[in-house]
Nanobody, 128 residues
Framework: QVQLVESGGGLVQAGGSLRISCAGSGRTLSRYAMGWFRQAPGKEREFVAAITCSGGRTAYADSVKGRFTISRDDAKNMVYLQMNSLKAEDTAVYYC?????????????????????WGQGTQVTVSS
């Protein structure tokens, strides 16, 4: 069973940047697709970004496209989300997720039920 731990969240002004990280332990992440989701107060968890096991394909929610970049460093067993031009509506708890059932998949996955391991989340607050 993999453990995922997010870090790097915090308070940032609108227009600023932040990079959040997801560290995996207990199993190598390199074989699996990874994703980032977020949940704002009073709202459902929503898809943010995803990346294939090879890193060759990425996908983004329309609301973050062009501003956020997902990446992975398999040597460090890490996944990152670089967030630029942040807006107040990006305020949420951000969760890292792993699809631990399909190895070496070349697909990206957009729904939370396609992932089976989750971190505890990291809070990102954007002040306007």
């Amino acid at each position: 069973q993999v453990q995922l731990v997010e870090s790097g969240g915090g308070l940032v002004q609108a227009g600023g940047s932040l990079r959040i990280s997801c560290a995996g332990s207990g199993r190598t992440l390199s074989r699996y697709a990874m994703g980032w989701f977020r949940q704002a107060p009073g709202k459902e968890r929503e898809f943010v970004a995803a990346i294939t096991c090879s890193g060759g394909r990425t996908a983004y929610a329309d609301s973050v496209k062009g501003r956020f970049t997902i990446s992975r460093d398999d040597a460090k067993n890490m996944v990152y989300l670089q967030m630029n031009s942040l807006k107040a509506e990006d305020t949420a708890v951000y969760y890292c997720a792993e699809d631990g059932t399909r190895t070496y998949s070349r697909r990206v996955y957009y729904t939370s039920n396609q992932y089976d391991s989750w971190g505890q989340g990291t809070q990102v607050t954007v002040s306007s």
